[in-house]
């Protein structure tokens, strides 16, 4: 079997009628699943672009006569015995880590990847991934270029998740398709990369801020143009359980509980001729169980609160791993399942650490190839994200890259849609040259057996800690923009998130 899989559009859309996608937060491939294969080889020779022992990044250090040396600080397993001295150092496993949240904008994603703040933009120079160690440590002790928190432990950005750490990604990788050169499609943050999975283009925005909304067309709005000219046999839908606070405002209204931080973010989605297509992840159960499932979904994990499960650093990533679990039950057990695509995906390296250098010769999305924030001129992709792709036509134990120069990256979701579903035209330049995921259905009968169960790590819901990040206070400003009611302190930050966001959509 070969991993360099051609396109079949064809099969695609014979076999494909529902593309469910879900994608979390800020955690690279090498940090959920660069030890996937450690104990064992791929199947058929393929190669797998996983971690390995000699690993390294450099620390500026200090000896103890006060002589600067630079420090090798290798990868790591999370939880990884030492010794010194002849006896074991104990070192629990932590699933919370990165903790506290790395550095993850624009610059510091150049840090992280050239070991520079800034690179030349026409001509970019090879990544060389050798500084996650130091940008952890500069953004901890002097502020990151997005964010700073308290300081701790640098090398702890090298130490990685095992597969029995994350036993539901971890499964479905091996069970289905695993893609080991699936990219982010901008090498920085949250909202830029989420931009470009709906819309192929952040227009020209490299960071949650100054402006964090985007008005470019969307793939939603693409698919509802052809719904309005006739097409019966198209649906979309928006599905999020995310409930940041459980508190009531004084007029006792609780906010609704399908926050939707897509809806947020992209303007053209704003119209109230479009509140039919967002609802709960209890709505999506009831469509799985039916069988008539939107022809393209898009799930968004819990943000914040207690619940919190998106996988953000530094929450449990034990919660997402129960949401992964709890989704992929539906999914597998609805009439519908033969002909669902479910792709589970990350928006962004949220700065953990990964060893594969993100190629040049991105796609510029403007027409005019103009440069954006920074001067960026979107010739490059990001950092590698997770990316498995669940559906019975895939061959069991698939490392999918896709034939020819182009990875795949966010906007490769787009051109599935776009293929599978026979959408005219394309957004940007972006998901016009991206590869779809049609290479990954090799089988010509789906699969009956070896569909896997998956059990998550034991988790207790009511240990989760409702904490404010930086995606947090980027929504608090959004909505102050739109609403003009002021954010308060952190400590109720949550609660004016639930609030005015029902107010604006829901109608609260």
Not at 101 to 130: R, S
Request: net charge negative.
């Amino acid at each position: 079997m070969s991993q360099y899989l051609k396109p079949n559009t064809k099969k695609l859309q014979d076999t494909i009628k529902h593309v469910v996608v879900l994608m979390l937060e800020n955690r690279s491939f090498d940090n959920l699943l660069g030890w996937l294969y450690e104990k064992d080889t791929p199947r058929d020779n393929q190669e797998f672009e996983g971690l390995s022992w000699d690993l390294w990044n450099p620390l500026d250090n200090i000896d103890a006569n006060g002589i600067s040396f630079i420090e090798k600080v290798p990868i790591q397993k999370n939880g990884q015995l030492k010794k010194k001295w002849g006896k074991v150092i104990p070192n629990p496993v932590d699933f919370t880590l990165p903790k506290p949240d790395p550095g993850e904008g624009f610059k510091d994603t150049n840090h992280q990847l050239f070991l520079k703040y800034n690179v030349g933009h026409q001509y970019p120079p090879p990544a060389i991934n050798t500084g996650f160690v130091q940008n952890y440590q500069n953004a901890m002790l002097y502020g990151a270029y997005s964010f700073g928190d308290d300081p701790t432990n640098p090398r702890d950005i090298m130490k990685c998740y095992t597969p029995e750490q994350v036993p539901v990604l971890s499964k479905l990788a091996k069970h289905f398709a695993v893609c080991d050169h699936y990219h982010c499609s901008v090498p920085s943050q949250t909202i830029p990369n989420r931009d470009f999975v709906h819309a192929a283009t952040s227009t020209g925005h490299v960071n949650n801020s100054p402006v964090a909304q985007c008005d470019a067309r969307t793939i939603f709005n693409q698919m509802q143009e052809s719904i309005d000219a006739g097409r019966t046999d198209l649906s979309w839908g928006i599905f999020g359980n995310n409930q940041f606070s459980s508190k009531k405002d004084e007029d006792g209204r609780f906010g609704k509980d399908h926050f939707s931080l897509t809806r947020l973010i992209m303007t053209q989605l704003h119209d109230t001729k479009y509140d039919k297509n967002f609802s709960t992840l209890d709505d999506f159960k009831t469509k799985c169980e039916n069988g008539n499932l939107p022809s393209y979904s898009f799930l968004e994990p819990n943000y914040g609160g207690p619940d919190q499960n998106d996988q953000h650093p530094p929450s449990d990533i034990r919660a997402g791993e129960k949401l992964i679990a709890d989704l992929y039950d539906m999914i597998k057990a609805s009439p519908a399942f033969d002909s669902t695509m479910f792709i589970i995906t990350y928006d962004e390296h949220g700065g953990c650490y990964d060893h594969v250098p993100p190629p040049n010769g991105a796609k510029n999305p403007d027409p005019n190839n103009q440069p954006g924030d920074d001067g960026f001129l979107f010739n490059r992709f990001g950092v590698r994200v997770p990316c498995v792709v669940v559906n019975p036509y895939i061959e069991k134990g698939c490392i999918a890259r896709p034939d020819g120069y182009t990875p795949f990256d966010h906007s490769s979701i787009i051109k599935t849609i776009q293929n599978c579903f026979k959408l005219e035209g394309y957004l940007t330049a972006r998901d016009k040259a991206a590869p779809d995921f049609s290479c990954l259905l090799t089988l010509d009968i789906p699969r009956k057996d070896d569909i896997p169960e998956v059990t998550p790590q034991k988790w207790d819901i009511a240990a989760g800690e409702a904490h404010v990040n930086d995606l947090h206070k980027l929504i608090a400003t959004i909505l102050e923009d739109m609403t003009g009611n002021t954010t308060p302190n952190e400590n109720d930050l949550l609660e004016y998130i639930q609030l005015n966001y029902s107010k604006l959509f829901n109608g609260a």
